[in-house]
């Protein structure tokens, strides 16, 4: 896990702590002489894998409250931009913070711009971090974490006062709905308990009367005023802030407030240094004043540390993978053996049960193709009933058709051939084909007209059944060259009936 390292820039010194798990331990402490940036450099080195913070308690901070129009996300930088230029003389550690939208049709967007005014002040350290490559998340300031503290000491009101000791003077700012409109530094000349207790008496009343002149709130409106110190000055400053008019002061223990942030070294004195410090590791805000270049290093090991996340990832599911195909190759190895296993014990009982088996003249492959075709001439197998009875209900109703002959099989006649000839079959297991002798019995006196529409209309019957294909090999009466074809209705035409020959062919799609 990467080592947390915070450091806390006052106008005199900056001071180095380590994080670890809610702990806070100093690590040194710096001025701005030469010797002492040297020894920060030095200190720096050894320490570059961490990822430093910077929380900054200078007078020299501003606040302005702005308007822009409502703009697309481009736009809105560009402008942000050109106004925080505008307002802070260019200065490189400046931010801006939105307090939501004006409730017109326009959509006006409201907007603190703050900036630290003296980046002068800041450059030493700055350098001396580029210089170690040290990763520097952001610079962040004490009145920006202000309405973080009072929302988790439970004072987050519309309008309210937040005073804390920090160094040797009160930081005292003005928040609303959470956010710092106005922060500013009051020295402390007397540290004992007593004056520090007038202090922030004197200081919360200041406050007030500067708020009323800017209209910031009403001369009548009352103001809650929070005050965190230690344990010690605790009584002394409830005795001092009474009878201050409309301020509503309320006084937090720090070892108290430390406990509630989850600070495992509560102050030693009336300071709230290590309160902020915490919130800015549990809790940091969204925006910081460090430009990008003072955030370069930052970026580059964030970059760094998530190409080595997405490597370890990868290999964390190459390795998973490897696992699961290493365990299923274990488990297939496993049932083979047992299948192998099986099959010896099934060829063993086979070949115990087959020799019992009575012994034949052939071979097992010889059997075997026999036993095959004996399957097939057995689905083959089908009987002349259904194809007969059919046949039957048709000449029941046709009594002048007399049968003579009836042959039936398996198989089907090839186009063209003769009637009966051997050459003329070709065997399809799935056809059954009955062929149909027979001649046209009627009275003497009937014509061959007569005796063809009977005929006509015995192979439309049959015809009328989808599955049947119909073909007349031979016509009821006589095509030979020598006879003439008479088609008139003499009533004496002699000779027996000439006999016709008709194949039914039907497909088994059973």
Known sequence: MTARRLLYLDAHR????????????????FSDSADDLAAFSRYLAPRRGSRFALLANVAEEEHVLDTIPFLARGDRQAL??????????GSPLATAFSLGYEKTRRKNEKLLLSALTNPAGFEPWLKCLAAAEA??????????????????????????????????????????DGQTLFSRMAPVNDSSIAGLASAFAAEAGKLQQYLIGQRL??????????????????????????????????????????????????????????????????????????GASHRHADQVDRLRRGILAGGLVAL??????????????????????????????????????????????????????LTDQHATLVQQQRSPEPAL????????????????????????AAPGGAAGSASA??????????????????????????????FNEFIERLRQDPDNTVRIRQQPFDMESTRPLRGGGDAGEAGPPQPFVVEISRTDKS
């Open 425 to 454: 079959i070709a065997i399809d297991g799935n056809d059954e084909v009955v062929t149909v002798h027979g001649h046209v019995q009627l009275a003497p006196t009937a014509t061959t007209r007569d005796r063809l529409t009977v």
């Open 389 to 412: 009875r059919r046949l039957g209900q048709i000449l029941d109703r046709l009594p002048a058709i007399v049968l003579d002959r009836l042959d039936w099989r398996i198989g089907s």
């Open 217 to 290: 709130i009403g001369r009548d409106d009352r103001l809650p005023a929070l005050i965190v110190a230690g344990p010690a000055a605790i009584p002394a400053i409830g005795r001092a802030c009474q009878g201050y008019g409309n301020l509503d002061f309320s006084v937090i223990d720090s070892h108290a407030a430390a406990r509630q942030l989850g600070l495992k070294t509560p102050p030693e004195d009336n300071r709230c240094d290590l309160l902020y410090l915490q919130l800015l590791v549990t809790d940091p805000p969204r925006q910081q004043f460090a």
């Open 316 to 369: 964390l599911g190459g390795l998973l993978l490897t696992a699961h195909n290493v365990w299923t190759s274990h488990e297939l190895h496993q049932e083979t053996r047992t299948l192998r296993a099986s099959e010896s014990e099934l060829e063993a009982r086979y070949r115990e049960i087959a020799a019992t088996f009575p012994q034949l003249a052939i071979d097992n492959d010889t059997l075997r193709r």
């Open 80 to 89: 942000i931009a050109r106004r925080l230029s505008q307002q802070f003389m």
């Open 14 to 29: 900056l001071t180095a702590y380590a994080w670890r798990q809610g702990r806070l331990d100093a690590e040194g402490s």
């Open 135 to 176: 990763p520097l998340s952001g610079i962040y300031t004490v009145a920006q974490l202000g309405g973080t503290l009072l929302k988790k000491l439970g004072g987050d009101k519309k309008g309210s006062l937040l005073l804390t000791m920090q160094d040797h003077s009160i930081r005292e700012s003005y928040l609303r």
